[in-house]
């Protein structure tokens, strides 16, 4: 089973060290005739990238996932994170869910598909183009973002497939994909409290960590609406136990919609906070990044193969509020879609950066076939 032989390869970022996975990658590619190259985008670090030629008479189609891992807490797993281990019918390591699971389908699927053109020995309308990318878990400077600068060519693709939407198992069984076609912008703003600095044993009702404490009470309502999408993430105020600090302030991750701007956000913010010693500044602006159409062959692809093989699916968009390598590939025109083509429940589903993440072995077959009947038919001209 290729996912577990990629969980046992130790990714996590940072540091990263993608390299050893990204050779075998390239290795299991060319061994089935799948012309590959890795592009090493820092020391330890590469991007790999696969095609199965077409005619080139319709753009390309990409497979899209990430190679690298969030860390792990060892203690409090009852597995060995990097084993890779089968039991009760679930694939357990850290990546199962996020990437991994969606790279070992991406990589089977490139691997059938050749296989059948060979033995077929038809050529289909599009390339296929398989991508592999380190970093996405730190932000993708060492990732996407390096190929969209350095080698914005292997990106050229009408049509891309990614991690980000989801397939739910709600408790009553009914099953729901969610297919994502956008996703939220991050930015940080940060708010910043003034007020005298002084002794700590003589009091102060201009306190700036209390008057911080009152502005973030008054936007907390506001702050935790999914809509608007402000959580607070770093505090600083103060230097030593004696002092009453002139300043303190709190970083926040402001996600808006695309469209959205995230300076509209900060005048809510100002307005809630209503205090002249009270500053609210954008300190970090992300990159704005269209939708992609619902009208998309690929879109339309993969609706239609998942009701064939599930017909009880409610299928629809969805906007998320995770960041993923999408956003970088819809600011170059494609068209990308993200779908985590697992059905998991919500107990599952809550494993992924968690203990014990894991995925079961029936979610990947239909995963499997999932991406399989859906590129196949977009690669055709369907």
Avoid at 15 to 41: H, R
Avoid at 51 to 58: E, V, W
Avoid at 85 to 97: Q, S
Avoid at 183 to 207: C, F, L, Q, Y
Wanted: charged fraction near 25%.
């Amino acid at each position: 089973m290729q996912l577990r032989r990629l969980i046992q390869f130790q990714t996590v970022n940072p540091p990263g060290d993608e390299a050893l996975l990204a050779i075998y990658l390239q290795s299991v590619l060319e061994e089935a005739g799948i012309a590959a190259q890795i592009v090493e985008t820092a020391p330890g670090r590469g991007a790999v990238i696969g095609t199965i030629k077409g005619t080139g008479a319709l753009r390309p189609v990409m497979l899209l996932a990430h190679t690298d891992v969030v860390s792990v807490e060892p203690e409090h797993w009852t597995t060995d994170p990097f084993g890779g281990e089968v039991r009760d019918g679930y694939v357990y390591g850290r990546g199962a869910i996020d990437d991994k699971g969606m790279l070992a389908v991406n990589l089977v699927t490139m691997l059938l598909l050749k296989r059948e053109l060979d033995a077929t020995g038809a050529t289909l309308p599009r390339d296929i183009v398989f991508l592999a990318t380190p970093d996405e878990e730190a932000g993708g400077s060492y990732g996407i973002y390096w190929l969209a600068e350095h080698r914005p060519e292997l990106l050229d693709v009408e049509y891309a497939v990614n991690e980000g939407g989801r397939i739910r198992i709600a408790a009553d069984g009914s099953r729901a994909m969610l297919l994502q076609t956008a996703e939220k912008i991050s930015h940080m703003v940060t708010i910043t409290a003034h007020g005298h600095a002084g002794h700590s044993g003589v009091p102060r009702a201009d306190n700036s960590i209390l008057r911080l404490g009152r502005a973030l009470a008054r936007i907390s309502e506001y702050a935790s609406d999914p809509v608007h999408g402000v959580s607070p993430t770093i505090l600083r105020g103060g230097s030593k136990f004696n002092v009453i600090p002139a300043e303190a302030s709190v970083q926040c991750n402001v996600r808006t919609r695309p469209g959205e701007s995230v300076d509209h956000v900060a005048d809510e913010l100002r307005r809630l906070i209503d205090d002249a010693d009270v500053t609210v500044t954008v300190t970090e602006r992300g990159h704005e990044a269209p939708g992609s159409p619902e009208d998309g062959a690929l879109y339309q692809a993969l609706a239609e193969t998942a009701l064939a093989l599930d017909p009880t699916l409610t299928v629809t968009p969805y906007l998320s509020n995770g960041i993923t390598d999408s956003a970088r590939l819809r600011r170059n025109g494609v068209k990308a879609y993200g779908i985590l083509p697992f059905p998991l429940i919500a107990e599952d589903e809550g494993r992924m950066h968690g203990h014990d993440e894991r995925v079961p072995v029936e979610s990947l077959v239909f995963g499997l076939r999932l991406i399989f009947g859906a590129v196949r038919k977009v690669a055709s001209g369907g």
